[in-house]
T-cell receptor, first 108, second 116 residues
Framework: GQNIDQPTEMTATEGAIVQINCTYQ??????LFWYQQHAGEAPTFLSY????GLEEKGRFSSFLSRSKGYSYLLLKELQMKDSASYLC?????????FGKGTTLSVSS | GAVVSQHPSWVICKSGTSVKIECRSL??????MFWYRQFPKQSLMLMAT?????????EQGVEKDKFLINHASLTLSTLTVTSAHPEDSSFYIC????????????FGEGSWLTVV
C-alpha cells in the first residue's frame, strides 16, 4: 500500500529554523513534492526532488534520500506568514499521493 | 509560470442535482490531471487520475458513476458530481502534470461545493 508520514503539528518562533520530516513507502517513485497550503486555499508548489540530495531555493530547502524513503523540508528565517500546512506528496507511478500535512505555527 | 484555472471557484446546488467543475491548463499541455477533495482541516484525498483520451483511474472507495471525469483535450478536464448530496459538500481541487516538464505539477485554485 501507499503510506506517507509526517508530523501533525509543529511550532516555532520568528527567525528560527524548522525541519519538517516526511517518510514514505509507495509502490513506485517518480519524485517527491512539498507544498504549502494556507487555510481555505489551494496548495502552492514549493519544491520537487527526484534525485538524492539537497535542493535550496531561498529560505526553503528540500532534501531527499530515496534509499531511506525520507525527505525533509527546511525553512530558515521563519516569518509569521510561514504559518501554514506543509504537505509532502509522492508521485507514485501516475498518481500523486499526499501525506496528511504538517501544521506549522510561527509565533513572535 | 504555468497556470491552472479551475471554474467555478464556488458553487451552491440543490440536493439531487448535478454540478460540473472545469480544470484548464492555460499555458501548457497536460496529459495527466488529478482530482482531489479536501475536507476542512484534512489533507488532500486523491479521487482519480485523469488521462487525456482515456478513462480515468479512480481510487478505491470513489464512485466512478457519481464522480464523472472527462479529459477530452490536453488542456481541459471536467469533474461532474452527479445527484449531489450534502455529504458531497467539499473543496475540490485539480492539478495538472505539465507534459515534458519532468513531472512538474501545478494546482488549480480549487472549487468549493456546497449542496443544500
Amino acid at each position: 500500500g501507499q503510506n506517507i508520514d509526517q508530523p501533525t503539528e509543529m511550532t516555532a518562533t520568528e527567525g528560527a529554523i524548522v525541519q519538517i520530516n516526511c517518510t514514505y513507502q509507495t509502490s513506485g517513485f517518480n519524485g517527491l513534492f512539498w507544498y504549502q497550503q494556507h487555510a481555505g486555499e489551494a496548495p502552492t508548489f514549493l519544491s520537487y526532488n527526484v534525485l538524492d540530495g539537497l535542493e535550496e531555493k531561498g529560505r526553503f530547502s528540500s532534501f531527499l534520500s530515496r534509499s531511506k524513503g525520507y525527505s525533509y523540508l527546511l525553512l530558515k528565517e521563519l516569518q509569521m506568514k510561514d504559518s501554514a500546512s506543509y504537505l509532502c506528496a509522492v508521485l507514485a507511478g501516475t498518481a500523486l499521493i499526499f501525506g496528511k500535512g504538517t501544521t506549522l505555527s510561527v509565533s513572535s | 509560470g504555468a497556470v491552472v484555472s479551475q471554474h467555478p471557484s464556488w458553487v451552491i446546488c440543490k440536493s439531487g442535482t448535478s454540478v460540473k467543475i472545469e480544470c484548464r491548463s492555460l499555458d501548457f499541455q497536460a496529459t495527466t490531471m488529478f482530482w482531489y477533495r479536501q475536507f476542512p482541516k484534512q489533507s488532500l484525498m486523491l479521487m482519480a487520475t485523469s488521462n487525456e483520451g482515456s478513462k480515468a483511474t479512480y481510487e478505491q472507495g470513489v464512485e466512478k458513476d457519481k464522480f464523472l471525469i472527462n479529459h477530452a483535450s490536453l488542456t481541459l478536464s471536467t469533474l461532474t458530481v452527479t445527484s449531489a448530496h450534502p455529504e458531497d459538500s467539499s473543496f475540490y481541487i485539480c492539478s495538472a502534470d505539465k507534459t515534458g516538464s519532468g513531472n512538474t505539477i501545478y494546482f488549480g485554485e480549487g472549487s468549493w461545493l456546497t449542496v443544500v
